[in-house]
């Protein structure tokens, strides 16, 4: 008997039962790959209404975070030059970029003992992402200074990227 869809990927194309072979595994990556391309397509780069309301609010919580650390936590302290993290572009593209910037993020609650939370702003990011490939490793130094540069610089680092892509977004041609 037919079966009913069991999820969004399915479009009602059923692999013969008795082929051998790659068949089944095939039309259901072509499927899932279709739909996904679909969601994740933006137009020209483009950001949706949606994305471009996410994108102001991590401005003005990256914005907000920065500042409050450089007043409260680290005031005086200079940022690491060297210490550089990606930026991104709304689109899919910028799935991997965000992989590093949370984990990025990630360590510096670790090396804050948890005393700093960021987990609204890797749920933002994880809200305009269309993939979710493999995080990369992070590891920031030990030091008690040196973990307060380290939080500070990428705590600028993501301010200035999120200020950048405002200003491209609004700027128009």
Not at 18 to 23: F, H, I, L, N, V
């Amino acid at each position: 008997g037919e079966h009913p869809p069991s999820s969004r990927c399915h479009t009602g194309i059923h692999a013969d039962t008795a082929s051998e072979g790659p068949t089944k595994p095939a039309l259901m990556l072509l499927c899932c790959m279709g739909t996904w391309l679909a969601i994740c397509s933006l137009p020209f780069g483009a950001p949706t209404a949606k994305i471009g309301t996410i994108l102001e609010f991590l401005k003005g919580d990256l914005e907000e975070l920065y500042k409050n650390y450089s007043k409260c936590q680290a005031a005086g302290m200079e940022t690491d030059e060297s210490l550089q993290l990606p930026c991104f572009t709304p689109g899919c593209e910028a799935s991997a970029n965000i992989s590093t910037i949370k984990a990025y993020l990630e360590e510096v609650e670790r090396l804050n003992e948890n005393n700093i939370s960021t987990a609204h702003i890797r749920k933002r990011l994880d809200d305009i992402r269309c993939s979710d490939p493999p995080k990369p490793s992070v590891s920031g130094p030990e030091d008690f200074y040196e973990r307060k540069i380290f939080t500070l610089t990428v705590f600028k680092r993501l301010s200035d990227c999120m200020a950048k892509l405002g200003a491209k977004n609004n700027t128009s041609g």
